[in-house]
């Protein structure tokens, strides 16, 4: 069997950044909620005439990856595209990259798990490779939440936290017999499925059955979430699921170099920090500058900490996520 690893990560976020004074400036909240009970001070918003989709973010990020894993585009043996705010409703965001970065018609896969979904699509990508299928994944996350989200007061309780932006991985064989992506955990659990969603327009409600109920009320299709519910489950399955992959790989926590959960909340971070009795070193966090970006916060927090040198060659790494479904899961790493 062969080992994969990463070889290169990008990101790309849009420029137009968006304050907390700026949401209350639009609807009933302040900076002081937000920081206190989230940790975010900032996200970025795509803004009008930018230029920018979800696809068009992924191909940014993308190209950085690539480069910095030394390959050219036609390399890429396959895509996977991890968001829950793609392009279209279909086709998927991951054949627009293929198209966009005139990649050969190689196979394109969207892989639709919300705050998982990196987690998601890294585990297919292992898998992959270490089946000998394919050589180099290029691993998409990227969302575009800001052109769906409630900005009135009554949206409050979701739409100060999701922000804009794509991160982009390339996974390939590696040539050495250690190290690289040790070991994948991925969960879900669909009793939950509505607690986090964005439930119409879908296949059993469609625009034009919306739009003859013609109701003020109908906040369907704005993204819906029962935020004290998901906060529990999170912290309960975050610590299971690295749990997990801790036991798999043979590693104690204390041995973990740098700890990488998705960016839901800097309280469910600070929460399994102690839990692990990590140091402030041992865990990364951006989402004060970002907030949540879903698919693309645990690719986005990863090459940060690379690219200020936090993330070294030999280094126990560990991704984790929790979000919509409820689905979560673990990553665990050896630099
Ligand atoms: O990435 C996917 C996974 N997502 C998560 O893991 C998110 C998990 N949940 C959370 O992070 C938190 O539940 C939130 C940050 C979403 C909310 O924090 P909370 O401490 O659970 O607040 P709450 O929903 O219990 O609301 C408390 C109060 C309410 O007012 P009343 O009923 O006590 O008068 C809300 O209406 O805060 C109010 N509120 C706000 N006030 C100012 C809700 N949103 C806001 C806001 N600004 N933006």
Redesign the pocket.
Known sequence: MYRSRITGLGKYVPENVVTNDD?SKV????HE??VE??GIETRRHIAKGDGNTTAVMGVKAAKIALERADLDKQDVDLILFATLSPDYYFPGSGVLVQEMMDIKTCPAMDIRN??SGFIYALSTADQFIKTGMYKNVLVIGSENHSGGLDFSTRG???????GDGAAAAVVSRSEEDSGGIITTHLHSQGKFAEE?ALIGPSTNRWVPEIMEANDPEDTSYYPN?N??L??KN?VVRFSEVIVEGLTAAGWEASEIDMLVP????L??SQFIQKKFGLKDDQVYNNIQRYG?T?AA?IPLALTEAWEEGKIKSGDKIVLA????GFTWGSALIEW
Do not use: E, P, Y
């Open positions: 949401l609807m009933d909240t302040n909620w937000i009970r989230t919300q705050c409050r309780g979701v739409s100060v936290i999701f986090l979430m935020g004290q998901v906060f999170a998705h960016q839901a909340n309280r469910i949540n879903t916060s996520a929790f979000g919509s």
